[in-house]
């Protein structure tokens, strides 16, 4: 089955810089890459997604890049702020109704 | 947040009691699934649902089954619960068709 590896497992920056989170998948069937944002004591919530047909995806300071070739994905933060803080799951979808496997988790901390 | 709620929102059990967590959707989507969220391992799936009456293992099922008889509710038993199955159990909902996941709010489970 799909395994998705996630580093780093934990992430210091100071405000203003730019975080990146990096993923790898093993299943090159997957074809949907959504990133979750956990806040302490909160669900999980999709913050950007992209698709295997394309390479980059933006959303004002969150973006995602795609290596299907290398068969990994990165989410970049730019412009930190505080309130970024949180769990960030990376995860591979290879389609069918249970074929989402998430990776184990990084915990960003931005320092005012 | 998506139409999902989960009952109940914090339980403390003993070890050897059955346990039952409801997870309720207002949204009518066919896809349901249940999560158990533990330091170090991320999310890890342990029963899905296709449709009312439809269901399947996911990786980590052992010691746990789940039942579907409306749309709506989607509910997992632990039949003798563990201190191992000490955990955050999340709820998700997919609409057929589309990708995403939507988390419900969690349960935290302490089995002592």
């Known amino acids: 089955g799909e395994n998705v590896e996630q580093h780093p497992s934990t992430l210091s920056v100071q405000e203003g810089d730019s975080a990146v989170i990096k993923c790898t998948y093993s299943d090159s069937a997957s074809n949907y890459f959504p990133w979750y944002k956990q806040e302490l004591g909160k669900r999980p919530q999709l913050i950007i997604d992209i698709r295997s047909n394309v390479g980059e995806k933006k959303d004002q300071r969150i973006a995602v890049t795609l290596n299907k070739t290398a068969k990994h994905f990165s989410l970049h933060i730019t412009e930190t702020q505080p309130e970024d803080s949180a769990v960030y799951f990376c995860?591979?979808?290879?389609?069918?109704?249970?074929?989402?496997?998430f990776g184990t988790g990084t915990k960003l901390q931005v320092i005012p | 947040d998506a139409g999902i709620t989960q009952s109940p929102r914090h339980k403390v059990t003993e070890t050897g009691t059955p346990v039952t967590l409801r997870c309720h959707q207002t949204?009518?989507?066919?896809?349901m699934y249940w999560y158990r969220q533990d330091p170090g391992h991320g999310l890890r799936l342990i029963h899905y649902s296709y449709g009312v009456k439809d269901t399947d293992k996911g990786e980590v099922s052992d010691g746990y089954s789940v039942s579907r008889s409306k749309t709506e509710d989607f509910l997992l038993t632990l039949e003798s619960a563990t201190s191992s199955q000490t955990s955050v159990y999340f709820c998700?909902?997919?609409?057929?068709?589309?990708?995403?996941?939507?988390f419900g709010p969690g349960t935290r489970l302490l089995v002592l």
């Open positions: 995860a591979a979808d290879s389609g069918g109704y249970q074929k989402v496997t």
């Open positions: 949204e009518n989507h066919r896809y």
């Open positions: 998700a909902i997919r609409e057929q068709g589309l990708e995403t996941q939507y």
